[in-house]
């Protein structure tokens, strides 16, 4: 069945150092896939999509890396700030069809250190 | 302004009793959805609808019922609730275009 999940749900970073979020899922129709960061009393916000027709995408200090082959997905942060301290969530829809039905993860929560 | 709006933010109620939980949205999207998170846990889905006269279960809606009042408005309702919906609520909005999710700031609700 699907399932999407996360390999560490802690992640303590330096201030400045990269921080790599990783997240595995199981079901290989999965087409769209996104990242959301989640700050304590707030809802998931966007932080950046890929689709499966592409391998690295990147945004302002964020890239997401997609390895189809091996159903891999990781969230790249560069020069990770305390603001960046939050729950990260990746999601993914199952495709043929059912696109509007987002597959949680658990979260990585991602503390940096001044 | 915030796109996605949901009143209450908190709420704590007695099991039994009937409690609406509403969502507004001004970012246009046809699509609108209920999700529940537990702590610990990701968001699992409690109903969805795509547009005004379009309503669906999703993975969790045994215990909710929902009301899509127009295209910008669409409630939860916990019939009877019991101590086991105590989580955090979240109202989610999509276009029909692209599959991207945008959330509400979230209800915490409390059924004691």
């Known amino acids: 069945g699907e399932s999407v999940g996360l390999h560490l749900p802690t992640l303590s970073v330096q201030e400045g150092d990269n921080s790599i979020i990783n997240c595995a899922y199981s079901?290989?129709?999965?087409?769209?896939f996104i990242w959301y960061k989640q700050e304590s009393g707030k809802g998931p916000q966007f932080i950046i999509d890929?689709?499966?027709?592409?391998d690295k995408r990147q945004g302002q200090r964020v890239t997401v890396l997609l390895n189809k082959t091996v159903k891999h997905l990781s969230l790249q942060i560069a020069a990770t700030q305390p603001g960046d301290s939050a729950v990260y969530f990746c999601?993914?829809?199952?495709?043929?069809?059912?696109?509007?039905?987002?597959?949680f993860g658990k979260g990585t929560l991602l503390t940096v250190n001044p | 302004d915030a796109d996605v709006t949901q009143t209450p933010r908190n709420r704590i109620t007695k099991t039994g009793k009937r409690i609406m939980l509403e969502c507004s949205q001004t970012k246009g999207h046809d699509r609108m959805y209920w999700y529940r998170q537990d702590p610990g846990l990701g968001l699992q889905l409690i109903y969805y609808s795509f547009d005004v006269k379009d309503i669906n279960k999703g993975e969790i809606s045994d215990g909710y019922s929902v009301s899509r009042q127009a295209q910008a408005k669409f409630s939860l309702s916990l019939e009877s609730a019991i101590p086991n919906q105590t989580a955090l609520y979240f109202c989610?909005?999509?276009?029909?275009?692209?599959?991207?999710?945008?959330f509400g700031p979230g209800t915490r609700l409390t059924v004691l």
């Open positions: 079901n290989s129709a999965s087409d769209y």
């Open positions: 890929i689709r499966s027709n592409m």
């Open positions: 999601a993914e829809t199952g495709g043929g069809g059912s696109n509007y039905k987002l597959t």
């Open positions: 989610a909005t999509s276009d029909t275009f692209t599959d991207t999710q945008y």
